[in-house]
């Protein structure tokens, strides 16, 4: 362990960070060679060192997972069930050919980092630290074959709220993210490189984000390019199913799930339909939809685009579901109320 001489803490104004823009003190770094994990080290964050013919440049053979750590009243730090990511990550590197990270190398790692920059979880309701592991086939090597070497690492940045207001999406009937048999359910790095372009054109349109649609007819809503989908129709809350491994098992997906249905909302996983999703609008049996995931928690979606039209939704402030949501989640992780499913893990 190598921690710095002096922070950078000094000067960083917690409430205007651009997300992801600035980071902590340190970072952490585990070398796999000769089938083992080896070199695990936590040491100031800085560039790295890379060969030109490193072999995630070329090919993407690589995996990222994305959590948060919160402050509770008490000034308490907490992770927000970390193990579900060490085991998606796991599920990620399997996909990628890449090793997996064992339960007690995760955990370490990602604890001592934290609790070392615990100054950098910005206290307050809406500022947490955005915690990203990463691994990647780190070899020399220009020639398509699975890598042999690779480097996990972890780093932090403290954010604020990600959006101020709702989001407005637009269904591709065009561009496709995922399609069965793919890397859509796993986090590879290429699912997000190639959806840039797309997304570049949706915000020339003025707007947020893309909501996919199945990659076969354009027919089947997927999911939000960083957060799984939810629409309220006739009183139902509908997300898509993860069965065709198409989407992300968002972790903040599955716990707002728990929570609705605990609530006593009907909570339906199955295929949300075009058709069904724009008559619903037309008719006004659409009275929710909102985006779930690590970096916004619950975002209410204001429009959404298809073709050359735009379906409003009703305004945030009348949204029952939405807004139960996203306060229980707040609530839950700050400490409000109590942690009756032990997703809290105190650091
Ligand atoms: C493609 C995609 N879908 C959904 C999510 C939401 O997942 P989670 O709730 O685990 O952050 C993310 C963010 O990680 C994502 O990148």
Redesign the pocket.
Known sequence: MRPVQESRLQGIDFDSVPFGRVFSDHMFLAEYKNGQWQQCRIQPFGPLPMHPGTAVLHYGQGIF???KAFKDEQGNAQLFRPL??WE?MNMSARRMALPEIPEELFMEALTTLVRMDSAWIPPGEDGSLYIRPFLFASDALVGIKPAEEFLFMIICCPVAKYYNKPVRVYMSDHYV?AFRGGT?HA?AIG??GAVMQPLAEVREMGFDQILWLDGYEFNRLQ??????VFVVIDDVVLTPSTEEKT?????????CIILLREKGYQVEERDITVPELLNAAREGRLTDAF?????ATVAPIGEIGYKDEVFTLPPVDERPVSIWLANEMRNLRKGHIPDTHNWLFRL
């Open positions: 997972e994305g959590m579900k990511n998606r993210r859509g986090k699912n997000y999911e939000i390019g960083t957060m799984n989407i992300l098992e968002g972790i903040t997906r599955e716990s985006g779930t995931g690590t970096a």
